[in-house]
């Protein structure tokens, strides 16, 4: 079995078989990373381009990791250090970049939709590494793939996201992922960061986080952007901690075995308490998983199939 | 020259005819009309209008010619081309140009490049220097040169009290005031309607609470100052339910909206689709439902395009930095039909929203087929089909979502002062 699709925009409207597909196939990679030899020729000749226009040290590594590993060769343009600060639009950048030959382009962007605006204009693979408000698809494949390592499966559990679900493109993804996979979905925050039409994707919106996290399996909170203040979301950082933070009573009406996770980076005291972040090891294993199934997304979609793997 | 339109179905609004009739245009005035054969040729050009629909010019309250200062869009020349294809022999530009027209010489300017245009154009002057929101333009001075209605067109009057001021001062010249509703806060920096489809995309929301609100304050402010308010580009049920309620009081209000907000819904925006992006946005089924019952029960007088014409580089890239507005003269009149076969418009109410009643709301002598008037008509053939594409259109810009559409019914000759 193969990705139907040359790129990888967003979970939304993936199958079941294909998210597994993806899981499955980045578990095969996950030793890579344990081993002293941490390199693997499966992409050995491909040139993949992290092309990211917003800020990032997590995911961009990741990605480069990922793609070493594979043994592809992996060039990092930020904006800071591109043409675009010389004015050159999106696509003119993208398809110099491809005149240079690649196979695979990882784009990171402020704008939504600018990943399925350039992989609909060019040959080479588009993955989405981060889109606006829209989608972090890797992200929520990483997340899925960590929850199922830790409790075995998707289907049945009860997952709760709780904070700015307006702007987290997190979110989103881990929504319609999660859902496709059978899982319960609950999302809680204060209406000013719940966006219309959660219940239309499937999800249960919650203003009490003592509701949302009652009896969860997880418990995935998202980074608080705290210039979200000044827009007037939320009157203060201490109101929102004590409503939305995530301590060590407030988790203890979540199931026995609940995971805690995070996607970083965390605001220690506000979303988290230190005693919550610092007593779960998951939070770190996304990130090691982040790897692995990155290398799985590409792998796939430079048309590797699971067996080759 | 002098021209006969014989054995066309004349449609006259505003005299209530509704017949088949010739009509003879003489020294760029409308003659007399009178029964099919009725009339000798006397070496007039005659057309044979026999099945088409014989109308007055079109009118369109709304658009952008984007000259002075941005031609690469679409200038003087090039808009009223479009306007003329698309069955329009008068349009009012907006005045946010570059110099923005808030003062007499870009009045004049627009008015002398206007001269050897395909079609009429009336000016809107700014309602506030430089539309900034800050101080009342000169409005006798661009009354004097020529405009008949203000506009801040492409931003609202944010501040109450000038607008209050604006609607009062408009009294002395019976100036019409043209409202762009909508809360800067509250639209903030929203691209598209706020809503499940904008969840979905990641996009930033536009509430149509945003249009509401001031819709809300500006027949407040309507009703206190007795000037006349005319809402711009209506979108949302809200305001359509606000503006039958203020005109059944009484109030000085007047309305329009654009051929797309009754033919599509946020669902175009979908796959960051930049050619729906436009301001206000395009909204709900819902909405449109009402915008049509608002449309036949006369809440809304009239239906303009807010003709906006981008440069294809800017309307293409990211969603979020594309410019809102697409062009509208070359389909509109297609689009408003499609209301008389979906039974929402009589075809008289149609043409009555196209052409008598913005002359009736802009008091110009325009939109009639009266003997002495301007020979400014449209011929229609109501039973062409024809497929939209863009790439034929005279318009400088292509931007449109309409592309690739069947439509039936077109403007077949556009005759301005005589001159087809």
Known sequence: MSLSSKDLLGIKGMAADEIKLILDTALTFKDVSERDIKKVPALRGKTVINLFYEASTRTRTSFELAGKRLSADVINISTSTSSVVKGETLLDTARNIEAMKCDMIIVRHSCSGAP?????????????????????????????????????????????????????RVARSNIYGLIAMGAKVRVCGPPTMIPPGLECMGAQVYYDMDKAVEGAD???????????????????????????????????????????????????????????????????????????????????????????? | MNILINNGHIIDPANKVDEKLDILLSGGKI??????????????????????????????????????????????ATGTAAAKAGGFTSVCCMPNTNPINDNRSVTEFILSQAR?????VYPIGAITKGSKGEELAEMAELHSAGCRAISDDGKPVANAAIMRRALEYSKIFDMLVISHCEDSALAAKGVMNEGIVSTELGLRGIPRAAEDVITSRDISLAELSGGRLYIAHVSTAGAVRMIRDAKSRGVKVTAETCPHYFSLTEEAVRGYNTMAKMNPPLRTSDDVAALKEGLKDGTIDVIVTDHAPHAADEKSGEFD?????????????????????????????????????????????????????????????????????????????KNTPFNGWKLKGRAVQTIVGGKS
């Open chain 1, 116 to 168: 399925e605006y350039l992989s609909k204009r060019l040959r080479s693979s588009v993955i989405n590494a981060g889109d606006g408000f829209h989608e972090h698809p890797t992200q929520a494949l990483l997340d899925m793939f960590t929850i199922r390592e830790k409790l075995g499966k998707l289907e049945g559990l009860t997952v709760a996201i709780v904070g700015d679900i307006m702007h987290s």
């Open chain 1, 218 to 309: 997880v418990v995935m909170m998202l980074r608080l952007q705290l210039e979200r203040q000044a827009a007037g979301l939320f009157p203060g950082v201490r109101e929102y901690a004590r409503l939305f933070g995530l301590n060590q009573q407030r988790l203890s009406g979540a199931a026995k075995h609940a995971l805690v996770m995070h996607p970083g980076p965390m605001n220690r005291g506000v979303e988290i308490s230190s005693e919550v972040a610092d007593n779960t090891p998951v939070i770190l294993e996304q990130v090691t998983n982040g790897v692995a199934v990155r290398m799985g997304v590409m792998f796939l979609l430079s048309g590797g199939t699971r067996t080759e793997a």
């Open chain 2, 31 to 76: 003659a007399r009309l009178g029964k099919p054969g009725s009339i000798s040729a006397n070496g007039a050009h005659v057309i044979d209008a026999t099945g088409k629909l014989v109308v007055p010019g079109l009118i369109d309250m709304h658009v952008h010619l984007r000259e002075p200062g941005f031609e690469y869009k679409e200038t003087i």
């Open chain 2, 116 to 120: 050897s245009a395909a079609a009429r």
């Open chain 2, 321 to 397: 930095y594309a410019p809102f507005g697409i062009v509208g003269l070359e389909t509109s009149l297609g689009l408003t039909l499609k209301l008389v076969e979906e039974g929402v418009l009589s075809l008289v109410d149609a043409i009555r929203k196209l052409s008598a009643q913005p002359a009736a709301i802009l008091r110009i002598d325009k939109g009639t087929l009266s003997a002495g008037s301007d020979a400014d008509i449209t011929i229609i053939d109501l039973s062409e089909e024809w497929v939209v594409d863009s790439s034929c259109f005279k318009s400088k810009s």
